[in-house]
């Protein structure tokens, strides 16, 4: 099935930021369809459901609790099933080391949270209109931090 | 040198005597056996003669009877001449006769016999001799009866001269046998005391080659002894010399003139020649030795100088010795000696001991001084000998351990009688270290004082070789019990520190970190308000809003900062080649957009590659040029000048390193707003800000980080300014 929509879930323990996320894709002229997910574990479970709908891309924050960002990816990308699911780090952090570690573990791509909404929109959009494939074949550490 | 040298002489003599005499004993001997044995051949001779004589005269009377019996048998007269003619014959022969026999008594006696039978005899033939007597011979009976008495007269003539040659053979056989015993004996004698002789002479050339040789010898070890003087002279700089006082002739050695400066024999040796050698202020002393060295027999050394030929001042001593008689002439000998080294050496002796006694005079200051030290800095020392594994303890050593200076005898058995039980191993086992020659550890020991009191006690000890090859430990050892709970408390407040800081970063990175998520949010509220809901805010809201938005923005910052901050405190010490072109290049890049907004003016050396954390060197690069844009002066373009040199400590005053090692120094000077040198220190201290926060952004964290990041690096950071004028930010980084 042709899908018309680009499929987004977002992984966030922080209501605040689920809610610019939504806004944003919401104030967006894509046609997106964004699921939020309150933790790793929800996220997962969803992924696991045989009659879920995988999403394109899978926003997830590093900082949660019950499983966070990192086992998550560890988790997703154990299953050959989401191979083909892009993974943008959303993070508050921007250390040296967790960009490290999600870019070894096999993320597509690192955001770093803004302070701002209408710099939110720009990465996001950035995020959603990337050619992924084409992404993908030239990743390396420094296209991986996304800087606008 | 022996004495009898001339007895040799006295021998030859002898022997040469003694041959003499023998020579003339010989010729004397020879010459009588000579002469006897001639007188033995004459009187063999005479007898020869005398039996000759004795036939004759018996022919001369047998041709007498002849002549008679011819003349009585024909009567015819021409028999008488014969007759006649032997008469003659036998009157001469009778003569020679007698005088042949006239030395024998005993043939005389015979002779004269012999004559009176022979007179008888011609008596009676003259008796008939007469040619008128021959008639008568018819008287027969009386001619009868004469002839034969006269042939008996006959025999007895026969007879007698037959006793007288009989006597005369005896003669001859007696001389016969004399002669031959001195022929035989003769050359005996003679060939005899030839040979003594001959041996003589040949032991007198045995002698006298003997004494030839010895004499060759002896003249040798003269030879010898000549050179040996000569030479000791010259190797301990003396001259000797004669002064004839009869004949006014002196004489040097060669070595006189030589320690004259002067070739040998190169002046006339006269007195008034060496007086002008003679140093002006000492010409009395010679002249002084000149008259009293006639005078007395013996002369008292006496030093004086005399000035060389080239000009060197030299001391002399002179001594001589008067001779009368024993050199047959009134001789003075003496020995000059050049005793400069000498007199030099002593010199040099006395101030070598001055010397010594300064640095025992040191010694003892030292010696005293470090008695204080020790008591000052509770410490004592001792040394342990090998050769008789004896210690010596210094006094402070005994009132560490709390007794008198020397109170009792230190041996490893009583030093142990103090050591607390638990330490004994530790002791025990250096000394047999230190007595089998290996290294000595350092030794941390309990010692129980005599008060009972616990004390820790250091030892360090080391092996030491004296200047007299004696093999010894000397150690030091020091009651640190201070010292000990000191550096306890010391290590447990580090411990705690330590704690304190990794839980001060910790809270640092996870507050900076943890407080981005509100402020995050705050911020992002805040651009919703400003897009959404700014037109319904009034006047007032818009300014609360503004201001709102300011201040979230400045904790941003902050918390960059910190978290900035936190991450070089982590000390990353991976150090790799940096290369600070690159390193510059990049925060050049970095801060384009700024720079193109001032338009500053940004000039650079050529950099080096240093060792490094890449990423630390670019933010103290980046930090340090943002630092000058920011406090560059708003009227002027900003001019950044980056210089680069490799210098060596000692020439770097600020530096107080007077060491050679090498450095990259590194310097950013600008033209900015400057600052007051006194507070070139304070700059560095984090949150530390000498401008308000509307004239210049700015959190005070910049230059802190800078510090940091320059000292983990092992360097320096420094800044000088003068307000107006402009900053310089001079770096220091140790090369490899």
Redesign the interface.
């Known amino acids: 099935m042709q899908k018309d929509y680009i499929l987004i879930t977002l992984a966030d323990d ?1 209501e ?2 689920r809610l ?1 996320f939504t ?1 944003a894709f919401d104030e967006l002229k894509i046609n997106t369809v964004v699921n939020t997910f309150k933790d790793g574990r929800e996220l997962l479970d969803f992924l696991h459901h045989p009659e879920s709908v995988l999403p394109n891309i899978i926003f997830l924050d590093l900082n949660m609790p019950i499983l966070n960002g990192i086992d998550c990816l560890k988790e997703i990308k154990k299953s050959d099933k989401f191979n083909d699911i892009a993974i943008a780090i959303y993070s ?2 921007s ?1 040296d080391q967790d960009v490290e570690n999600t870019f070894v573990l096999g993320a597509n791509i690192y955001i770093k ?6 710099t ?1 929109k720009k990465v996001l959009s950035e995020v959603v209109t990337i050619n992924w494939q084409y992404h993908t074949s030239g990743l390396n550490k420094d296209n991986f931090l996304l800087r606008l | 040198m022996r004495k009898n040298k001339f007895k040799s002489s006295k021998f030859h003599k002898i022997i040469f005597t003694i041959s003499l005499f023998v020579v003339l004993f010989i010729g004397a001997i020879t010459y009588k056996h000579i002469d006897d044995v001639s007188t033995s051949s004459k009187q063999i001779m005479h007898t020869y003669e005398v039996n000759l004589e004795l036939e004759r005269l018996f022919s001369y009377i047998k041709d007498s009877e002849n002549s008679m019996r011819g003349f009585l048998i024909t009567n015819e007269s021409i028999y008488l001449n014969p007759y006649y003619t032997a008469n003659s014959n036998i009157n001469q022969s009778f003569s020679t006769l007698k005088k042949l026999t006239s030395d024998n008594k005993k043939q005389q006696k015979n002779l004269n016999e012999l004559y009176e039978i022979i007179k008888k005899r011609l008596d009676y033939n003259g008796q008939y001799s007469d040619p008128d007597v021959s008639k008568h011979i018819e008287d027969t009976k009386k001619f009868k009866k004469d002839f034969f008495k006269s042939s008996k007269l006959l025999v007895a003539i026969r007879n007698k001269i037959n006793e007288m040659a009989d006597l005369e053979s005896s003669y001859l056989k007696k001389r016969n046998s004399l002669y031959n015993e001195q022929i035989s004996f003769t050359p005996v004698l003679t060939l005899s005391i030839l040979f003594i002789t001959i041996l003589l002479i040949v032991y007198s050339y045995y002698k006298t080659n003997k004494d030839l040789e010895r004499l060759k010898e002896i003249n040798n070890s003269l030879n010898k002894s000549i050179f040996l003087n000569s030479q000791a002279e010259i190797l301990s700089s003396f001259g000797t010399w004669e002064w004839n006082l009869i004949t006014h002739v002196t004489t040097y050695s060669d070595n006189f003139y030589r320690i004259l400066g002067y070739e040998p024999h190169s002046f006339p040796s006269t007195n008034d020649n060496f007086l002008t050698f003679v140093h002006p202020e000492d010409k009395e002393i010679v002249l002084e030795i000149m008259s009293k060295v006639v005078k007395e027999e013996n002369l008292p050394p006496s030093t004086f100088r005399i000035i060389r030929s080239d000009g060197e001042i030299r001391f002399f001593r002179a001594t001589g010795k008067l001779f009368d008689e024993k050199l047959k002439s009134k001789t003075v000998l003496g020995v000059t000696h050049d005793i400069t080294d000498e007199i030099n050496n002593n010199l040099l002796l006395k101030k070598n001991i001055e010397d010594l006694k300064k640095v025992n005079n040191e010694l003892e200051i030292f010696d005293e001084s470090s008695k204080q030290a020790e008591i000052l800095g509770n410490y004592g020392s001792w040394v342990l000998n090998f050769e008789n594994n004896k210690f010596i303890y210094s006094d402070n050593n005994f009132r560490l351990m709390g007794y008198e200076p020397q109170s009792f005898e230190p041996t490893i058995e009583n030093l142990l009688l103090h050591v607390h039980e638990e330490d004994k191993e530790i002791v025990i086992e250096a000394n047999e270290a230190a007595l089998s020659n290996d290294e000595i550890p350092t030794m941390n020991y309990r010692i129980i004082r005599k008060d009972g009191e616990v004390r820790r006690f250091k030892t360090v000890a080391k092996s030491f070789i004296d200047l007299s090859g004696e093999e010894s430990i000397i150690g030091t050892t020091q009651d640190v019990t201070e010292d000990y709970y000191k550096s306890k408390l010391l290590k447990e407040r580090n411990l705690e520190l330590e704690q304190n800081i990794k839980e001060l970063n910790e809270f640092n990175h996870v507050a900076s970190h943890d407080l981005q998520e509100p402020l995050r949010k705050i911020q992002t509220f805040i651009s919703r308000l400003n897009d959404k809901e700014k037109e319904n805010l009034s006047d007032f809201g818009k300014d609360y809003l503004s201001r709102i938005q300011r201040a979230s923005d400045r904790m941003r910052i902050l918390i960059n900062d910190l978290l900035q901050y936190s991450r070089t405190n982590r000390g990353d010490k991976n150090f790799n080649n940096v290369d600070l072109n690159e390193v510059l290049a990049n925060s050049l890049l970095e801060l384009s957009q700024n720079i193109e907004d001032r338009k500053a003016n940004i000039q650079y050396d050529s950099l080096q590659v240093i060792k490094g954390v890449e990423f630390q060197m670019q933010q103290l690069f980046t930090n340090l040029i943002s630092n000058s844009l920011k406090y560059s002066k708003e009227n002027e373009v900003p001019k950044i000048v980056i210089k680069y040199k490799k210098v060596k400590a000692k020439n770097e005053a600020i530096l107080k390193d007077n060491s050679n090692r090498v450095y990259h120094r590194i310097r950013f000077k600008d033209n900015g707003i400057g600052f007051e040198q006194e507070n070139a220190e304070k700059i560095f201290l984090l949150f530390n800000r000498l401008h308000g926060k509307t004239e210049y952004q700015g959190t005070g964290v910049g230059l802190a980080i800078c510090k940091k990041i320059v000292e983990n690096h092992n360097g320096y950071i420094f800044a000088s300014s003068e307000p107006n004028k402009g900053s310089i930010f001079t770096i220091y980084i140790p090369k490899s």
Do not use: A, E, Y
């Open positions: 922080d605040d930021d610019f806004d508050t952090s250390s949270k803004p302070s701002d909404f209408n939110l």
